[in-house]
């Protein structure tokens, strides 16, 4: 894990192997280590550079507000410290969001997207979407740290055979600082970028779990009609986390992807 200083705070980030760059953005109450199942595939062939977003992981915490604009220029300021023009970036949830703003906000530094169980838009849709996401925010805002991260890791990993994943989650959530984890929440609130999808240029790659309780189908199809020329790909017996509860799945998508996909 290394450091540098960008935009006023300590971003941490792991940034290993040769070839072509892939940005590698984390979810919500989570940090670069969640992409430890696609390290061994990738860094043989491609440069994997995973940062902690602010208020994340190892990276400073400061106070709020945030927005998904900060944590795209903090991602630009990254790869310019480390001499990368362009890079393939791969956004899991709220690093889905990121990954659209950087290719909104700083265009031709995304040489392709791929957007894993994410969204334009989250707070719209249908009547029964909207209260359980309202349930879910107010739960997120008003319980304990460590009572939030066994219900989300129980959401998860839902599975008994899922057992260690879900412990590990709920462990790795519970250590998030509840002001920078509440100032993320309210980042993705506000997030809409369905009047600028048209922006978007390059190849894109959807990737929806079909399992997903997190992020809701409708948004996900929406992100994907929205991007001129995406390729939607649904994986099976998948949840919110896919690289994770299904890797040997993802990790073929994104080499096909990767290797065939790209203008």
Sequence with gaps: ???????GIRLNYVDEGNGDPILFLHGLGSCGDDWILQTPVFAGEYRLIAPDL??????????????TAQF???????LDALGVERA???GLSLGGLVAQQLAIDFPGRARSLTLINTFAHLLSGSVIELARLLRRGLLSLALPMERNAHLVARSLFPYPQQAELRRY???RLAQNDRAAYRASVAAIRRFDSRR?????????????????????FSRQRELAHG???ARWEI??????ATPIDQPDAFNSLLCAFLQHGQA
């Design 227 to 229: 991007i001129r020329g």
């Design 88 to 90: 393939h970036v791969v």
């Design 54 to 67: 602010r208020g994340h992981g190892r990276s400073s915490k400061p106070a709020g507000p945030y927005s």
């Design 235 to 240: 994986v099976r017996d998948s949840g919110h």
């Design 72 to 78: 795209a220029a903090d991602a630009a300021a990254l």
């Design 169 to 171: 989650a709920a462990q």
């Design 1 to 7: 894990m290394s450091e540098i200083v960008c935009n």
């Design 196 to 216: 600028h999808l048209g922006r978007i240029a390059g190849p894109a790659l959807i990737v929806t779990g079909d399992r997903d309780r997190t992020v809701p």
